[in-house]
């Protein structure tokens, strides 16, 4: 079987990989480029641990072919950070002790990311309602909620 050469930008990087036809977006980040921030939960597109975001759009990285990322931009979990400085939602989740296992934090953090860039000033509702894709079975989600939401407040003030 011959590979598809693929370009794309990950995380603000130009990225170049070969994979199979077959191959998800989740495998080629993990096993062909070293991002194994993304975790593969359930392989389903049910759990949100390997959530990411393809040209704006928050998607599960399982559900999408690797070959599907010519041309487009990626976004995981290791292009949260600036430098050493953890992103805000990072800090509060640590703060809020809003992880335990690690499995899905990856996964909340891109999308809670992806709700703040679309929802500066979320309510609680609107902030569970867009989680609501991302299973945790460790932590409940009471402190993931409050992290978010003190995120939110804490870069509003920032800006």
């Known amino acids: 079987m011959s590979r598809i050469h ?6 603000g990087e130009a990225a170049e990989f070969l994979c199979d036809a077959g191959e ?3 495998d080629v980040l993990r096993d062909r480029l070293g991002l194994t921030g993304s975790k593969e939960g359930c392989g389903t597109g ?4 390997c959530s990411v975001v393809l040209d704006g759009r928050l998607v ?3 559900l999408v072919l690797g070959a599907e990322a010519e041309g487009r931009t990626v976004g995981t979990i290791e292009g949260m950070t600036t ?3 953890l992103h805000p939602l990072q ?3 640590l703060e809020h002790a809003a992880l335990q296992c690690g499995i899905c934090t990856p996964g909340f953090l891109v999308a809670a990311k992806a709700l703040l860039e679309r929802t500066p000033d979320p309510t609680e509702e609107e902030a ?4 609501a894709g991302n299973l945790c079975r460790c932590t409940g989600y009471d402190k993931i909620i409050r992290a978010v939401l ?6 509003r003030e920032a800006h």
Not at 150 to 155: I, R, S
């Open 150 to 155: 003190d995120a939110a407040a804490e870069m």
């Open 128 to 131: 569970r309602y867009w989680l």
């Open 60 to 62: 599960c990285a399982c």
């Open 91 to 93: 800090r509060k989740f």
């Open 6 to 11: 693929v370009t794309t930008t990950i995380n």
């Open 46 to 49: 049910d759990c949100g641990a």
């Open 24 to 26: 998800t977006l989740l």
């Open 83 to 85: 430098g050493e400085a």
